[in-house]
């Protein structure tokens, strides 16, 4: 319980994974036009779109859902956005309650067991759930999304440490989560990193992307749920700009290791393109490709911290970048 009492001081901001979003993080009114099965009822209003089990066991629903997230490049801008038709919010923002259970008609088990010992939601522990369907671009790109993300995360680190008596916080983020709070520390001055960030806490972060991405814009994802066909799921997952993210990093799985094999051709780290076309894809938006290559050579940045003491010295802080 010392222990306890000696850690309720420092304010933890989560910044969750996409599968910890599933719950009452995305929502979406004034729909395409789908099938009457489809539709929500009354047709007006917001309602959960991710994730909402219950109406994926209809497959016809299935079919809704995919449209509903699917998102679209538009040349022009440069950027990418909702389908037509489709409005989208995330609730909850900075509170945890919107990621606490990945599944809110199930409740089997809580994402932030592990978080709430001796912290109060609000008051100590603060929550930033975003939209996972998109991600972020290289400054001077435009990334609409993105930068509101972060304009909302930064008010956010500033609220929780004046809350908290003027002390910086620590930012926990998780999976994809990390690699999104990472972007953003790097895009602050390092004026208001010391003033405002005592640790950064990163938690099984992709850094230089896994296969498994890969996988899935090959085979669909069901979502982990058993009656989900992952091939419905696809051609929705194609077209998010996070499905790009993930993607195998030649700074980390070079040139020579084999990450997909065919019958007639393996592919690398370095055959992305190639395997985006060859799978059906085609070519990934114009400068896609560059700009996640130029966000993965960032991971070698000195405040990606390997560290997980929040009682330590800040001066002391372990630095040493994840990836050499």
Not at 74 to 103: I, K, L, Q
Request: with cysteine.
């Amino acid at each position: 319980m010392a222990f306890a009492a000696r850690l309720r001081w420092v304010a933890l901001l989560v910044v969750p994974a996409v599968a910890s979003i599933l719950s009452k993080s995305l929502s979406s009114r004034r729909g395409l036009p789908l099938p009457p099965v489809a539709v929500v009822p009354g047709g007006r209003g917001w309602f959960r779109l991710f994730l909402d089990s219950v109406a994926l066991e209809d497959p016809a629903s299935v079919r809704c859902f995919a449209e509903r997230m699917t998102v679209a490049y538009d040349a022009a801008s440069d950027d990418y956005h909702n389908a037509p038709g489709v409005e989208t919010r995330v609730p909850f923002f900075s509170s945890v309650r919107g990621f606490r259970h990945p599944d809110p008609d199930r409740w089997n088990f809580s994402y932030m067991d592990r978080f709430l010992f001796g912290y109060r939601d609000g008051e100590t522990l603060f929550g930033a759930p975003y939209d996972f369907r998109y991600a972020v671009a290289p400054p001077g790109h435009p990334s609409r999304a993105g930068d509101a993300f972060f304009a909302r995360l930064k008010g956010l680190v500033e609220r929780a440490s004046r809350r908290n008596g003027g002390r910086p916080v620590t930012i926990v983020a998780h999976s994809y989560g990390g690699t999104l709070a990472h972007q953003f520390l790097l895009r602050r001055p390092l004026a208001w990193r010391t003033r405002f960030v005592r640790r950064f806490v990163p938690v099984a972060a992709p850094w230089g992307g896994v296969v498994l991405g890969m996988l899935t814009l090959v085979s669909g994802n069901s979502l982990g749920l058993p009656f989900v066909d992952p091939l419905a799921l696809r051609d929705e997952y194609r077209s998010l700009q996070s499905s790009l993210w993930p993607l195998p990093s030649p700074v980390v799985f070079g040139a020579a290791r084999p990450l997909v094999t065919t019958r007639s051709r393996a592919y690398t780290a370095h055959d992305m393109a190639a395997f985006l076309g060859d799978i059906g894809m085609g070519a990934a938006p114009p400068g896609e490709m560059g700009r996640r290559r130029l966000l993965h050579h960032q991971i070698k940045s000195r405040w990606c911290w390997d560290t997980i003491d929040t009682m330590g010295d800040r001066e002391s802080m372990d630095r040493s970048p994840l990836v050499h």
